[in-house]
């Protein structure tokens, strides 16, 4: 079964913290083990805000890529899902962008981003993050940057954005806006997580929802089991969900995690509890990777 990851911050780890490429959780045979892919690395601004060398840090982690021991897409997609671990790349957090059209376009030709999370957990000149609780939405920059990315085929993602950004994006995106690691507000009740409304809206304009692995979104109390993991994707598939789901480890960016699912060999362990659950095999190939697939064969 073909699987996806929309989430990792591995390339930080590597570039930024010079953690060796075998000591990270994301390693090329936990990928082969896992069956995964595509897996996603996150060029990861960091805590810069809109102080900083945010750019610099993206070139260093694109300049770090060779060290995943992946192969990494950046030009076009095959026409079917690659079978052996594959990496594509995202931004987190657009302070990257320093504001510039030219930043975003000298990364796309660079990288081919195939998302960016407008903000990460500060401010910077696309808007305003989800911790904190601003009430404004998106800058001017932040239009003008989405009317690029539409243009670009790149997704916006909001897993990281405050919900008035959030909605200016709903009503202005041409491409579906994407969570890539985000949960249920509703049954762990953290900013990072989406309320109904914004799951509703994922749902309806036909995004993504990467399911976070971080026990503390999956749970208030932390203690997290692949139970709770269930529990977030069973609210999603009640809601009319299943076509939009899939995972956003978040893994080398999260301290805590359920037990039996601390790196990407163990994704098939969690998608055997969803057979046992009930789920058919054609929606667990969905959430598994064909609905995240989907998504970025549609961004043209
Ligand atoms: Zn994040």
């Not at 690029?148 to 909605?167: K, Q, Y």
Request: net charge negative; charged share 25%.
């Amino acid at each position: 079964m073909f699987i996806a990851d929309a989430h990792c911050d591995t390339l930080y780890e590597i570039a930024i913290c010079h953690t060796k490429p075998e000591d990270c959780v994301v390693t090329p045979d936990r990928l082969r083990r896992g069956g995964v892919g595509i897996q996603t690395f996150a060029l990861f601004c960091g805590k810069h805000g809109t102080h900083g060398t945010a750019y610099q840090d993206g070139v260093d982690m694109l300049n770090a890529v060779p060290k995943l021991g992946v192969p990494v897409l950046t030009g076009e997609l095959p026409d079917e899902p690659p079978e052996v671990p594959t990496g594509i790349l995202s931004c987190e957090g657009g302070e990257m962008l320093e504001g510039s059209i030219e930043r975003f376009n000298e990364f796309m030709a660079s990288a081919r981003l195939r998302m960016i999370a407008l903000t990460w957990n500060f401010e910077n000149e696309i808007g305003y993050p989800a911790k904190g609780g601003e009430r404004k939405g998106l800058k001017p920059f932040g239009f003008e940057l989405v009317r690029a990315m539409d243009a670009a085929g790149v997704r916006a993602d909001v897993s990281h954005l405050n919900e008035a950004g959030f909605w200016d994006l709903m009503e202005r995106a041409a491409l579906a806006p994407i969570a890539t690691h985000s949960n249920c507000r509703w049954l762990c009740d953290v900013p990072r997580n989406l309320t109904r409304e914004q799951v509703k809206a994922l749902i309806d304009r036909k995004g993504f929802i990467g399911i976070n692995f971080y026990s503390d979104f999956l749970r208030t109390d932390g203690r997290a089991t692949l139970d709770d993991v269930m529990r977030h994707i069973d609210a999603i598939c009640e809601m009319g969900g299943e076509h939009v789901l899939g995972f956003g480890s978040d893994f080398d960016g999260i301290e805590t995690w359920p037990d039996g699912l601390g790196d990407p060999s163990c994704f098939p362990v969690l998608l055997d509890a969803l057979r046992r659950r009930g789920y058919s095999e054609e929606t667990l190939a969905g959430i598994a990777g064909l609905n995240m697939w989907r998504v970025l064969k549609e961004s043209k």
